[in-house]
């Protein structure tokens, strides 16, 4: 019998629309604990969340924009399940989608969702920019990295304990890059990746500037590319590899002071 934790990274959420899609994760895959990891919230926005009754939810909030990838980790750090797995606040994963990525986990150790899979199904439509440059990063971390596939930042995504035990340490990247990071240091561990086609809806209204991303993106990707291959030489010599040496890992990071309810 496994249990799952979900965490779900926000920054200054629509409470409504969060709260509605908590409650959907929760019938959708009755988890042992949904964690929220809510980053600079304005005192109304705080109170607001703080007071949702939707069980078994927990709520962690830092005064300060972490990152989603900071946010995701220690959301992570704070889970005793034997899955674990984060969606976006914005609910464009459905909970019955992210339930399939959950579920892929029954033969992978890590399972990813996918927009641009050829069988995933996109509702509505992201700007030509965005869809533009997101397609190019698809494309170009699909020939750099040993991970091939159609889709490395979509926000769903599901890993065992014992794999995440094995990535933690060498994941650095704090904002969106982490899911491209996620992926590739999986991929130098030799861990089982499963990509899962989902349906997959659009939420317009993104504050995400698409080109300062798409360059801070590719910078990381190269970054990611470069650990990994390290990381491979490493787990050659002796499986399982050593932690990185590039600085102070996320996981061993100071946190900012943060308070639950």
Known sequence: MTSLGVVVPAFRPDVDRLERYLRSLVAALDPA???LELDDPTPATAEAVVGLEVAP???????SRRGKGAAVTAGFEALSTDRLAFADADGSTPAAEFARVVAALDDADLAVGSRRHPAATVVGHQTLAR??????????ARRLLSAELYDYQCGAKAVTADAWRRIRDHLYEPGFAWDVELIAMAGALDCRVAEVPIEWEDRPGSTVDPVGTAVDLGRALLRARGRAGRLQAQNGRARGGTAGTEGTALVDRTQEGGHGG
């Open 57 to 63: 939810l927990t709520v962690h909030t830092v005064p």
């Open 131 to 140: 869809r533009f440059l997101g397609d190019g990063f698809a494309w170009l």
């Open 33 to 35: 604990v949904v964690r």
